[in-house]
């Protein structure tokens, strides 16, 4: 059974700072994926990663994928307010539907 | 943004009543999910379509079945609520099933 985990669930960072969020999964993946949700919103897909050691990036955020380690890392880069959303990383693996991560609520502070 | 509405977006409903969730697409796309949204749970897959007629079972099925009679919509029935379902339903769908899912603005349902 495939299995996502985050961590953490919830990160308070400052404005400026840099962190990363850790996204493991228990078996071989096809795909990984991230996604960001506001409050009261819907998800809107942010990266898909599809092989070992890809790397993908968008403004402030940098997502890559180790499929050695069955980890996948969101790092931020020098944090703005507008960052602040909940995170989901989420994995397809075989015939599987996407399996979510619980998700990790960032709040970037001033 | 991918044409996919969901309706209601809010109901609220007493235990033991039927309830349908409806979920429209005007992309065409194969694959529709139903997934529900719980604090502390993330997003947890209910029931998925693969076609008209062709569904299975998702990681939280007991109490919900489905119907795909169409293209284009994908409905969620909850037989008989109850408070355990009370949730924010989420529908997805996706054009081959390996591409990133776009999502519906979702359900919030309340169960009293």
């Known amino acids: 059974e495939l299995k996502v985990e985050q961590n953490p669930l919830f990160l308070s960072m400052q404005e400026g700072k840099n962190y990363t969020i850790y996204c493991n999964y228990s078996t071989t993946s096809d795909r990984l994926y991230w996604y960001r949700q506001d409050p009261g919103k819907s998800l809107e897909s942010l990266f898909v990663?599809?092989?070992?050691?890809a790397v993908k990036q968008e403004g402030r955020l940098m997502a890559s994928l180790d499929t050695k380690a069955r980890l996948s890392t969101l790092h931020i880069t020098a944090a703005v307010h507008d960052l602040s959303a909940t995170y989901f990383c989420?994995?397809?693996?075989?015939?599987?539907?996407?399996?979510f991560g619980k998700g990790t609520r960032l709040s970037v502070i001033a | 943004d991918a044409g996919i509405t969901q309706s209601p977006r809010h109901k609220v409903t007493e235990t033991g009543t039927p309830v349908t969730l409806r979920c429209h697409q005007t992309e065409n796309h194969r694959y529709m999910y139903w997934y529900r949204q719980d604090p502390g749970h993330g997003l947890r897959l209910i029931h998925y379509?693969?076609?008209?007629?062709?569904?299975d079972k998702g990681e939280v099925s007991d109490g919900y079945s489905v119907s795909r009679s169409k293209t284009e919509d994908f409905l969620l029935t909850l037989e008989s609520a109850t408070s355990s379902q009370t949730s924010v339903y989420f529908c997805a769908i996706s054009a081959d099933g390996n591409s990133p899912l776009h999502f519906g603005n979702g359900t919030r349902l309340t169960v009293t």
């Open positions: 989420a994995v397809e693996s075989g015939n599987t539907p996407l399996v």
């Open positions: 379509s693969y076609g008209v007629k062709d569904t």
């Open positions: 990663l599809l092989s070992n050691g």
